[in-house]
């Protein structure tokens, strides 16, 4: 699974492994940081992970470089994601997070779009159509989880693109 | 030996008996003499021996012209001694036991104990110095000062010398103190009793005494931060003294390694660190060619005025690359830098950007920052 990942050169580069004490310089790694993990949970198709996965996780820990990120500096990363929208946590103790490569509010652009184009405003799914039904197989959004695909389309719905609703058996969306 | 003189044992008017302790012991510097046993009498004005068993034969030392004292504890078979070191006898003194002598000092050999208890005592007289202010009949000599013209023991009179130089400094400013005592005093109370101005005499005097004792005289403190008259001299002498020390490390030494410098050229009157440092803040307001610079850490340097810590940067930054990546160890033996400045100048580079470290068990490396030249 790792094995077709391709890890930036920061990844082979000792200094990355330790949080900087010059503010620009910092400023370039916890960047490269943020990019190396949304990257690493798209390829993965890893969606949540806890703090301790984490650290042991190859993402963090290069075991070739006997180098492995602090969980200080750790916390800093997962902040720094949540600050730009990638990430939320799922609990008060900031043990597990939600990891969102894309942030809700461009899933929610892609799918209103896929709505559009293929006329079908005013229509009803439920979620499970949306990410695993035939129609949406060459999308992006295919796939994709559905914590992450709720909070797409509660972004909508604040848009007032779309409301959450209950069917049958689960929840559906209907888009205006 | 020569120094004793015989006497009655009988103390005269105003002269008080401290303290006194029987068998004793006398010898000629390291040689025993006959004067085997007997009482040692200590008393405001003299050293006094008298034999236990004829007390006809009795002798003394007038305290002044003890220079110092030193104390031999007791071994195996051997009783605690006590050293006095003597200033050379006076050429018109009484008679004694010894016409001449070749040692200037004597031992005290306590064979029944009390050696530290009458250590004590005398070094208290010693410091004290009743003597000089109780005047008692001119047959005890008091000696101020060394004689001329006697064969004196090596080494010692270096000592000898300095303590009386020390001595009389500490009396003038004993007396000093003593008249600004009594100036404060009278300002003081001028001030309690809104008695009249403090006159301007008084202000100057004032002032000058505070400045001769090397406390700070308000207008100094203004125009050159915390100096005084003190470190503004000494910061150009440090100036003269560490042009050429500078050119040859590099133009950069840390404070620590100037502090040693100095005080290893002064011998005696050694500097205190604190002086040091407030001689080294002035040197930039005195406009003399170094200056004291603290790094980030704390760290303080001596720089010369014409050293680019930050030019040397970009040199480090070569080396390191060079090597790929470099220790503070490392990177000082390759440039031939003591540690401490090897670390101060990795930093600098890290600060300026163009170094980042890594920092792990292995130990902390710096190697050039690809996170900015890399993209």
Redesign the interface.
Known sequence: MAMSFEWPWQYRFPPFFTLQPNVDTRQKQLAAWCSLVLSFCRLHKQSSMTVMEAQESPLFNNVKLQRKLPVESIQIVLEELRKKGNLEWLDKNKSSFLIMWRRPEEWGKLIYQWVSRSGQNNSVFTLYELTNGEDTEDEEFHGLDEATLLRALQALQQEHKAEIITVSDGRGVKFF | MDRFVWTSGLLEINETLVIQQRGVRIYDGEEKIKFDAGTLLLSTHRLIWRDQKNHECCMAIPLSHIVFIEEQAAGIGKSAKIVVHLHPAHPTKEPGPFQSSKNSYIKLSFKEHGQIEFYRRLSEEMTQRRWENIPVSQSIQTNRGPQPGRVRAVGIVGIERKLEEKRKETDKNISEAKEMVELSKSIANKIKEKQGDITEDETIRFKSYLLSMGIANPVTRETYGSGTQYHMQLAKQLAGILQVPLEERGGIMSLTEVYCLVNRARGMELLSPEDLVNACKMLEALKLPLRLRVFDSGVMVIELQSHKEEEMVASALETVSEKG?LTSEEFAKLVGMSVLLAKERLLLA??M?HL?????VEGL?F?P????T?S
Do not use: A, I, P, V
């Open positions: 990546s890290e600060k950007g980042c470290r890594d920092d792990s490396r190697y920052n690809l996170f900015m890399q």
